[in-house]
């Protein structure tokens, strides 16, 4: 279902659950039924394809083998039939009850962690809801509530809960049970048990999608085609629901915590994420000065988490997310639309939340072993970027090298002139660059890159007028678009305008599809794309001369070199060399082994290569009426 399809259906079933909200619920209903339905025939397809199975091995063993002659006398209809049949009970059984991986994390068990598994308990029993069989840790800024069945999509299920240890370093255990009652909500269902079932179901049918794609044979493709239709359908048809059960999981923590401290979670997510954020771009920052990376980061951030947030800052980031509007991109509402729902709380949006007293989630849940579990996750962390930050690292030494080096040149052409702003912005970004960098872009107005850097500079300064320089290097370089539109959609995100963010985002997604499909084009030989004179000169013909040369010829009549015209992208410099086969080289088969004896030489251009016989034998003419095409 396309962007606009699904637009149009959730603003209609978003009136008739406000209009009718008993009927959009009894269609969800049966929606969810003609889904059981589907796995009802998936199964039953899959049973009947196994019961055929085994029953024509218990036939040849009580017949003696003539049931076993009846089988090869169907010959060839047998074969159409069986295989197709074979792939659909091994996928469909493996889709049913292959265990799915449990999510990543370090698990905690109550021994370890007593306050926090207490906590935990106290939840469920208040909210009335199942069980939480693990409880993981994890270095995000987040926390969620996971369901993975025992065998594949059946079988009792298992609740994972995920902690975020960086969030519960930001938050007080009241502010971080209100996140956990949140996302535990969505399987309470303590205020629509209806919504809660339907949100896992939600999750469920991506599941059944996803492991639909791997099945095979005709029976396979027919049913994949089906589900390929309904489980998207069904998203889209739940979508209103999906949200509506996000309001029905904040409730959960204001039954648990209260309005207010809900309320101040909500902020308070909304705060530490970009303030974690913030400092993982400080940590990163010491790459231009230190060879490894450190190891307390961890302890930094608890520290870091623990004072006060800068008041600019606490501000800026609270209005950004207050302005960020609800999109069909996510079934979570904006914050503004969820404080709003809360108790109380749509008059004081505006307001900070309150200022943390006493310890931090993590202290009080987490105790003496806290210290332990910063340790383990900033050593992961540590290891797991040393060797990229090592490489980075040397880079910029290099970086530094050139730049002094081209500072003392008493003169710079244009393109050393503009490396010199480029290593300058990089390696000095304290210094603000936007004058040197419009003095260029004045002397260079042709320059895509030159304008794109100061576009970048002056919304980083919260300056819009960087949008039309940035308009400016997509209408000189079209492979400027997908960067450019990237920071305007960041620019306009952040500060709450979801139109003019959308606009550039879907500016992305249309040069993101073409350059997939220039992309194909250019990786697949199409004998149906035109040819022409390859046009070579200069240093590219006189090395690509100079291979032709050095070819072993054995098995080699003739070749042809031309150049192809994508139809995506007809300026992409790319080429065919056809090669034409001795007879005794056709007679022995060598056609693989000679492409690949081409294969391996270091060609200076985007170059495919084919031999001209079989189903290339017309190419091969095709290629020969090229002028000027023959090579060898």
């Given at each position: 279902m396309d962007a606009e399809r699904f637009a149009q259906m959730v603003g209609r079933l978003e009136r008739e659950s406000a209009e009718h909200p008993r009927?959009?619920?009894?269609?969800?209903?049966?929606?969810?039924?003609?889904?059981?339905?589907?796995?009802?025939?998936?199964?039953?397809?899959?049973?009947?394809?196994?019961?055929?199975?085994?029953?024509?091995?218990?036939?040849t063993l009580l017949t003696g083998g003539k049931a076993l002659l009846l089988l090869f006398k169907l010959g060839k209809l047998l074969w159409l039939l069986a295989i197709p049949l074979w792939f659909l009970v091994k996928h469909s059984l493996r889709a049913m009850f292959v265990r799915l991986p449990p999510p990543d994390g370090l698990e905690l068990t109550a021994a370890q962690a007593p306050a926090l598994f207490a906590a935990v308990q106290d939840m469920r029993q208040r909210l009335r809801g199942p069980r939480v069989h693990h409880v993981l840790l994890i270095d995000q800024i987040n926390a969620a509530v996971v369901q993975r069945p025992l065998f594949g999509l059946v079988g009792f299920p298992r609740n994972y809960l995920l902690l975020g240890l960086p969030l519960l370093d930001s938050m007080s255990p009241e502010e971080a049970m209100a996140v956990v009652a949140h996302e535990y909500g969505h399987l309470a269902g303590s205020h629509s048990r209806f919504g809660a079932f339907i949100y896992r179901l939600r999750l469920s049918w991506g599941t059944i999608q996803h492991h639909a794609e791997q099945w095979q044979g005709f029976i396979g493709r027919g049913l994949q085609r089906l589900i390929g239709w309904?489980?998207?359908y069904f998203n889209a048809y739940t979508f209103v629901l999906a949200r509506a059960n996000e309001y029905q999981a904040d409730r959960a923590s204001v039954d648990l915590v209260g309005a207010q401290a809900a309320a101040d979670a909500l902020k308070r997510v909304n705060l530490a994420s970009p303030r974690y954020d913030s400092f993982l771009n400080q940590t990163l920052e010491r790459i231009r000065d230190q060879p490894q990376p450190p190891r307390d980061l961890m302890a930094r951030w608890a520290n870091e988490a623990g004072t006060e947030l800068a008041a600019d800052n606490a501000q800026r980031w609270l209005s950004q997310a207050l302005a960020r509007e609800t999109s069909l991109a996510d079934t979570h509402p904006a914050l503004a639309a969820r404080l709003s729902a809360l108790p109380g709380q749509a008059e004081t949006m505006n307001t900070q939340p309150r200022p943390r007293q006493g310890p931090s989630a993590a202290e009080a849940w987490l105790g003496a072993l806290l210290p332990t579990l910063h340790d383990h996750f900033q050593t992961a962390w540590a290891e797991r970027v040393t060797q990229p930050w090592r490489e980075r690292h040397g880079e910029i030494q290099q970086q530094r090298s050139r730049l002094v080096a081209l500072r003392s040149q008493a003169e710079r052409n244009p393109d050393e002139e503009l490396e010199r702003l480029q290593l300058q912005v990089q390696l000095e970004p304290g210094t603000d660059w936007r004058d040197a960098l419009a003095a260029y872009n004045a002397d260079h107005p042709d320059r895509a890159g030159a304008l794109y850097l100061e576009g970048v500079l002056r919304l980083d300064k919260d300056d819009e007028g960087g949008v039309a320089l940035l308009e400016r290097a997509m209408a000189l370089d079209a492979d400027a678009t997908k960067p450019a539109c990237e920071r305007a959609y960041s620019h306009f995100k952040q500060r709450g305008d979801d139109t003019r963010a959308e606009d550039f985002a879907e500016r992305w997604r249309q040069r993101d599809a073409f350059e997939n499909q220039r992309q194909q084009d250019a990786n697949r030989l199409n004998t149906r794309h035109v040819v022409k004179p390859h046009g070579l000169g200069g240093d590219a013909w006189a090395a690509v001369q100079q291979l032709l040369s050095r070819v072993d010829h054995d098995g080699i009549d003739s070749a042809y070199l031309v150049r192809r015209e994508l139809p995506s992208d007809p300026n992409i410099e790319t080429y065919v060399l056809g090669v034409k086969l001795t007879?005794?080289?056709?007679?022995?088969n060598r056609q693989q082994a000679i492409v690949d004896r081409l294969a391996q030489l270091e060609w200076p251009i985007h170059l495919m290569l084919c031999t001209l016989d079989g189903d290339h034998a017309d190419y091969g003419a095709t290629l020969q009426q090229v002028v000027g095409a023959k090579v060898i």
């Open positions: 009927s959009y619920a009894i269609k969800v209903a049966a929606l969810a039924l003609l889904g059981f339905g589907i796995l009802a025939l998936v199964l039953g397809a899959a049973g009947l394809g196994l019961v055929l199975l085994v029953g024509i091995a218990i036939a309904y489980a998207p007879w005794w080289a056709r007679q022995r």
